[in-house]
Every structure is written in C-alpha cells, then in structure tokens.
C-alpha cells in the first residue's frame, strides 16, 4: 500500500469506457463468408472485433515511493481519488496473471512492476537493446530521486494489446482462454491400471524420472496472463494464430510420458494457424512473469512438429 511520501509518480491511463451495444439484425449465412478457423475466427471474428466506446488519456500524481508496485498506486487512486478507475488483480503477487497490462508499451503484470523499474522522465528517450526492443533503463527512470517533492517520473499504462478493451485496463482474454482449451490442456493417459501381480494398483508405474519431469516442468509454471500474446505481433495482428500461450499449454503435454494423445496434439497445432503461423520474433519471451523462455519453447516445438 502506498504511504505518504516526499516524492510523486504521474500515472498516464489510457480510459476505455464501452458504448451500449445495439441490437443487431438478424442476417442470413453468406456462400461467400470468409470461412472459420479451427481456432476460431480471424479478423472479422466478433470476440476480437474491438468494441465502440469512449477513450481518453487520464493523469494521476500521486505521492509514492520507488519501491511501490504500479498495483500500489492504481490500487490508492481507486480508494482515495476516482473510484471509477478500473483495473483486474487478484493475488497481488504475480501467480494468478490476472492483472496483466500494457506498461510503457510493454506487455507485464502490474503487481511485479515497481515505480523504480518503469518511471521515466518527460522526453526520455527508449533505450533499445541489440534485439530492436525497446527497455526502460535506470538512467531513464529517476527511482532514487529523494529530494523533497522530487517526481520520480511518469508511467504510461493500456489495456493488454492484441485483446480487446472491455475498460479501462482490463482487456477480455477469454480469446486466449479459449485456443487453450481446444487443446484440452489437460492429462490424456491411456486409461489402463497397472496392477501388480497381486492384482492391486502398482502406484510406482505412473512415477516418472527426474529427466521426464524435466521435460515439462517448466512449462506448468504457465499462468496464462496473455503477456507473450500481447508482446506477439503475430496474434496482435488479428489474424486466426493460435498464439504462444496456447502452443505452450500444448506443448507441456506433448513432453509429458505419461500423456497418450502426443500425435493427436501435434496433428491439433500443425496447422496454417497452429505452429506454421509463428514467424520466431521471440518477442514473446521478453517479459514472462514466471521465467519462460517462450521464444525458445515455442522454436521447440515448432521443430518437433515438423520433424515427426
């Protein structure tokens, strides 16, 4: 929670407010329809068509500290000053996900995010790393400033890209959620007990090597935000891709022995829109929350797939 402080923190929020939907007519099928994607739609798709309403740009100087979370400070705006801001969080300690927004351009999680790491000053320059992308440095951000009154610096905050905006900060994910779950991210095993030869169930066959575990251990840790889609200009683009989360939920189950449906999700994601659709700017693994090399994963399996 933010405490009183000597220093401030302008917070720049792009506001979404929804205009009231009309009720459409009822149209008749087109023969000539775009026709739909096993993963649902393209650009035309209504789930990812971007809905009408008011926008604009809101400042907030509030008093903070360079240790607070950007979740601090929304969190003191909304209690103290316009309780019509809104925003989605949920644990505050980046394991649900459910607060991922746009920072300074940058798909991240507001509770993760702190004033020093992401405050910069009027008329900063991005520095731009040897892979083209852009990165808030500490000399750009003034997070020790401890003069009295001093700015640490402005902030801008958006909705997650590549979903559409529902208000304010909160962008609808259910696009993402549901490319995850028509690849049933879930253990598919064959189903059959083994027993031991006194005919009771042999626990210890469904034990599995460290190296096994290995396999796809990493990937369980995804909590799926929608950070790597909204750093994707793939997905962003609102063609029909799949998108990295997906692929990654696909793919922890494709490395996992126990697993026996391995072929039946690799035929699911060698698609046009599946693995085919990723074009390896590894712009995704820029800023997972929970270290995954996306990038790297998704290169993975793409090669697995091609070379079954």
Known sequence: MVEASNTTVTLQVHRFAPRAERAERARGGSPFARKSSPFGGGSESASRRRPRGKQWVQEYTIPARPEDTILDCLLAIKRTIDPTLAFRYSCGHGMCGSDAVSINGTPTLLCTASIRDWA??????????????????????????????????????APLPGFPPQRDLIAD??????????????????????????????????????????????????????????????????????????????????????????????????????????????????????????????????????ER
């Open 120 to 157: 910069k000053q009027p008329g900063a320059l991005p520095q731009v790393d040897d892979e083209g992308f852009r990165h808030i440095g500490e000399d750009e951000s003034d997070g020790g400033a401890s003069d009295d009154g001093a700015s640490l610096g402005v902030i801008e905050l």
């Open 173 to 306: 994910i259910d696009p993402m959620l549901n490319q995850i779950r028509k690849l049933t991210p879930y253990l598919e095993a064959d189903g059959v007990l083994a027993t031991t030869e006194e005919g009771k169930v042999n626990a210890f066959e469904y034990l599995q090597h460290p190296e096994q575990l290995a396999k796809y251990e990493t990937l369980s840790n995804c909590i799926a935000c929608g950070v790597c889609e909204g750093s994707c200009p793939v997905f962003a683009g609102g063609d029909a891709f799949i998108g990295p989360a997906a692929l990654i939920w696909s793919s922890r189950f494709i490395n996992d022995s126990r697993d026996a449906k391995t072929m039946e999700r690799m035929d699911a994601i060698d698609t046009a829109d599946g693995v085919a659709a990723c074009q390896s700017v590894r712009a995704c693994s820029r800023h997972c929350p929970r270290g995954i090399d996306v990038g790297e994963e998704m290169w993975q399996i793409v090669a697995k797939v091609r």
